[in-house]
Structures are given as structure tokens and as C-alpha cells.
């Protein structure tokens, strides 16, 4: 078994990506486990001398900070804090999206600023390595106080409580730890506030949709293509001279996309009737390329975020400080996260507008792509479902981070709401797959009435790997299922 060591250093979004499709296990590295132990060891013998109140560790939370709280309570204080936080609501959390907030959460511990034991960290380890995923849900994070009540859910396996997913079946912490023969943790002084302060949930919902987004982002050029080749479409909008005046980086890229999609077509050697297409062709590297700029922004403020400390407050052993701030308000998140809803709400707006022209009879096509419409509808009907969903995506591009609700009786006065921007994402990408697929099928369908000509040779072999799941389709059939299929291949 590959094991990978966290030793908090930096990881990118594409280590990320490999330690969890390869199913790595992972470990501290020594240089971590000491950290944290420092971390420990500095935090128990400053409590010995504390005179002064030290922000929820020997105080109450929010706007119960000024309450103090005597040394025998403070091991309580802790785990009353896992169990009055768990507050989640809604839909679960996709299990894919809970292994990737164990992992940020780890991450974020072994930099040894937190203060929690060395057992708690391993102990979160032992559920990521075992796939015991707890379960989260989705609604009850403002994204401010980082992600309390998501989080909260996420730590109680570690006192015994709340639910996991294990090999397939939903279980009772308990019956875990009766599995693996393991004790609870006891949490000590500031660690329930260490697991609960954080992004962790903000920053895997981005890390996973980030990653979607990209892969999605590389099938839109390629779809796009054979909807090019299907419609007739002109080479020209995608010559690099065009792109160089302009110089968007995302512009160059996808039109060279095109390009090398479109080599040895024949297809593209047509005589061209129009002197122009619509802009949902014409403008693929500018729509495609400005989502593809804005995604590598996100990049960035995604990578910070993982590889931050963002629990409250922060201990600097070394220097001998305990600073009370603000690293868990998720605004950096809030704000990217509504920009990748935009930028792949766009991609499914312009991908839906080419489904559009290639059922609407033009340039030699039948119309809704059938070769005996009138008796029979043919791919009508998907072009309305991919509308529909492009509107909704339209009302989830609303950003949540322009939103704010007092909270904490006052205390907690201006909030993120980036888990809502969170959530709001994972369904515009989903959406923004289902309509790559829709296109991918209505662009398919047309090529065949393009036949015995031939598009490029990449373009052939995606039909052809494509028409292994989804029949040409001749005459009116049950089309839902094969619009689940060509969503399904093209998220792989």
C-alpha cells in the first residue's frame, strides 16, 4: 500500500487529486508529530500559569468569551463544544467530499499551531486510512466561525458519538470502535475548538469542484469541437493570430484546443455557405477561455487555503505567544467559490446554445436531428431540459457571499456565507456536466448525417468510445436514459 506523509508542507490541488484517486494511506512525518507535540507540550504548561482568560480554552465560545472557565471543567468544556455544534441539517455531504475534509483537517493540524494532542491527529488519520467517513450535512455552516457545525459532525467519531459510513453501511461511532477495538478521545483544553475552528468544509467542496471544474472545462473544448464539425462551422475564429491580439491566456489555450481537435478533419474542408457562425461557436475561446482564467485564479486561493492554519486561536510555541484573530472567516472562499459557480454556469449557458442551433434544421441538418421528424420528435425535448437547466444555474449564480446575518449575539457580526457558495457550486457543476452530456449527444447524433465524411482522428476515437454507451439514435426512444449515460461519460 503507497503511504504519503503529511508533513505540513505545501500540497498542490493536483497532489491532493492523486493521494485520493490512488487511495494512498497517509502518515505524520516526524517533523510534524514533533511539531504538534511541542505544540501540546507548550500549551498544557502555560494553562499551569495562566492568570489571564486565553480564548476558549479557559473561556466560554463567541459571545460567552468573557465567561471564565476553572482548570477541572476545561477537558469538558471541549467535548460539551463537539456535542452542542453539531447542528447539521439537510442533505449529507458527499462521502468523496468528507474524506477530503479529514485530509485538509489533518493538513491544517500538523503544522503544530493548534494544540491538540498527537492522539486526536492520529486517531483522525485512522478514520481517513480506514474509509470510516463520517456523516456530515450540508446545511448549518455561516462560513465565519469556520464550518462549526459541519465540522462538529466531522469530530465526533472521535469522542464516540454521531455516525459514520463504513464499508458500505451507515453505523453508530460505537459500533467502530467496538470493531477496531479503540478507545474515545478525551479531548483536552482547546482541541474541540481546534477541530471545530476551520474552513475544512469551504476548502473541500472547493478542492473537489476545482478539480470537476478543470476536467470539465478540457471536455467542454473537445465537445465543442464536434459541434463545430457537426454544425460546419468555420476554422477561422480559432486561428492563433486572432488569439495573440488578444492575448488571454485561457483564449490561447482553448483555441489551440480546437485546433489540434480539428487535424486532419475532414469535415472542416466543407465549403463554408456562411461567412460567419453564431457567437456560441465563433466566441468558444473567448467563453471557454475566460472561465479557464478564472478557474486558475481560484487555484491559488484554494492552495492557500489548504495549506493554512485557520483554527482560533493560533499558538506560536517558539515565541511564546497565543493570538486571538480571524483565519476561519471563509471570505477568501465565499468569494471564489461564487466565481466558479459563474465560470461554470457560463460554460453550460454557451454549451446550451449550441445544442440549440444544431437541432434547428440549418446547415443541412434535419431538424431536431431525426431523419423523419414530424412523426418522430427526436432530440426536441433534451434541448428543454438542458434550458431548464441552465436557468436554474442562472438563480444559483445569486452569490452567497454578498450576504451576511448577525450571529453570536452580536458577537459574530459579519459572516461569509461561503458554505453556502460551497454547496451552491457542487450543483452548477453537476448541471454543468449534464449538459456537456446533452451536448456531446446532440452533436454526435449530427455528425452521423455529416457521414461518409470524417472528422479528426481525436474526435473519431471519442465517438467512437462515446457510441459504446449511447446508440445513434434512428427512430423516437426512451432518451433519459441515454442523456444519464452521456452525463456519466463525460464526467470520467
Known amino acids: 500500500m503507497q503511504v504519503y506523509n503529511i508533513s505540513g508542507y505545501h500540497l498542490s490541488l493536483e497532489n491532493i487529486d492523486e493521494l485520493v484517486t490512488s487511495r494512498a494511506f497517509i502518515e505524520l512525518s516526524d517533523g510534524a508529530k514533533d511539531r504538534i507535540t511541542i505544540c501540546r507540550t507548550y500549551l498544557d504548561n502555560r494553562l499551569k500559569e495562566a492568570e489571564d482568560p486565553i480564548y476558549g480554552i479557559n473561556t466560554g465560545f463567541g459571545s460567552l468569551h468573557n465567561r471564565s472557565i476553572s482548570s ?14 453539531a447542528c447539521g441539517i439537510g442533505a449529507e455531504v458527499p462521502q468523496p467530499i468528507v474524506k477530503l475534509m ?23 488519520i485512522d478514520l481517513y486510512n480506514n474509509d ?21 459532525h466531522l469530530a465526533l467519531p472521535l469522542i464516540g458519538e454521531g455516525e459514520v459510513y463504513h464499508d458500505g453501511r451507515k453505523k453508530h461511532a460505537s459500533e467502530i470502535y467496538e470493531e477496531f477495538g479503540w478507545q474515545p478521545i478525551e479531548l483536552q483544553s482547546k482541541e474541540g475548538l481546534a477541530l471545530l475552528n476551520g474552513t475544512q468544509f469551504m476548502s473541500a467542496y472547493a478542492v473537489w469542484e476545482y478539480l470537476k471544474a478543470k476536467k470539465l472545462s478540457e471536455k467542454a473544448d473537445l465537445i465543442a ?22 492575448n488571454h491566456t485561457g483564449q490561447l489555450k482553448t483555441a489551440k484546443n480546437v485546433r489540434q ?27 471557454h477561455g475566460a472561465s479557464k482564467d478564472t478557474l486558475k485564479h481560484i487555484e491559488k486561493v484554494i492552495e492557500n487555503e489548504v495549506n493554512a492554519v485557520t483554527d482560533n486561536p493560533t499558538i506560536f510555541p517558539e515565541k511564546d505567544k497565543i493570538l486571538s484573530g480571524g483565519n476561519f472567516h471563509g471570505q477568501p472562499l465565499a468569494l471564489v467559490l461564487d466565481q466558479m459557480a459563474i465560470a461554470c454556469a457560463e460554460m453550460a449557458s454557451i454549451s446550451e446554445r449550441r445544442i440549440y442551433k444544431l437541432i434547428s434544421g440549418q446547415r443541412d441538418l434535419p431538424p431536431y436531428l431525426v431523419a423523419n421528424p414530424g412523426l418522430n420528435s427526436g432530440f426536441m425535448i433534451p434541448q428543454y431540459t438542458a ?23 452580536g458577537q459574530e457580526d459579519h459572516v461569509s456565507m461561503g458554505a453556502n457558495s460551497a454547496t451552491k457550486c457542487y450543483k452548477v457543476i453537476q448541471n454543468l456536466q449534464r449538459v456537456l452530456g446533452i451536448e456531446l449527444m446532440n452533436a454526435a447524433q449530427a455528425i452521423e448525417f455529416r457521414r461518409p465524411l470524417k472528422a479528426s482522428v481525436r474526435v473519431e476515437k471519442y465517438l467512437a468510445d462515446f457510441r459504446n454507451e449511447v446508440p445513434f439514435v434512428e427512430n423516437d426512444q426512451y432518451l433519459s436514459p441515454l442523456m444519464r449515460k452521456a452525463e456519466v461519460f463525460v464526467g470520467k
Open 72 to 85: 477541572e471543567d476545561l477537558n469538558q468544556l471541549q467535548r460539551n463544544l463537539v456535542l452542542s455544534h
Open 102 to 124: 479529514l485530509l485538509l483537517k489533518i493538513q491544517g493540524l500538523s503544522y503544530g499551531h493548534s494544540g491538540v494532542q498527537l492522539a486526536t491527529v492520529n486517531r483522525l
Open 132 to 152: 470510516i467517513l463520517p456523516v456530515v450535512y450540508q446545511q448549518g455552516s455561516l462560513g465565519a466561525s469556520g464550518d462549526l457545525a459541519p465540522l462538529a
Open 225 to 246: 469541437t464536434i459541434s463545430l464539425e457537426a454544425y460546419n462551422g468555420n476554422p477561422e475564429p480559432f486561428d492563433e493570430d486572432l488569439q495573440i491580439i488578444r
Open 261 to 287: 481537435y480539428l487535424t486532419g478533419s475532414e469535415m472542416m474542408k466543407q465549403e463554408k455557405k456562411e461567412v460567419q457562425d453564431p457567437y456560441s461557436f465563433r466566441c468558444i475561446p473567448q467563453v
Open 387 to 409: 434550458a431548464s437547466i441552465v436557468s436554474q444555474n442562472k438563480q444559483l449564480c445569486m452569490p452567497s457571499s454578498v450576504d451576511s446575518i448577525d450571529s453570536s449575539n
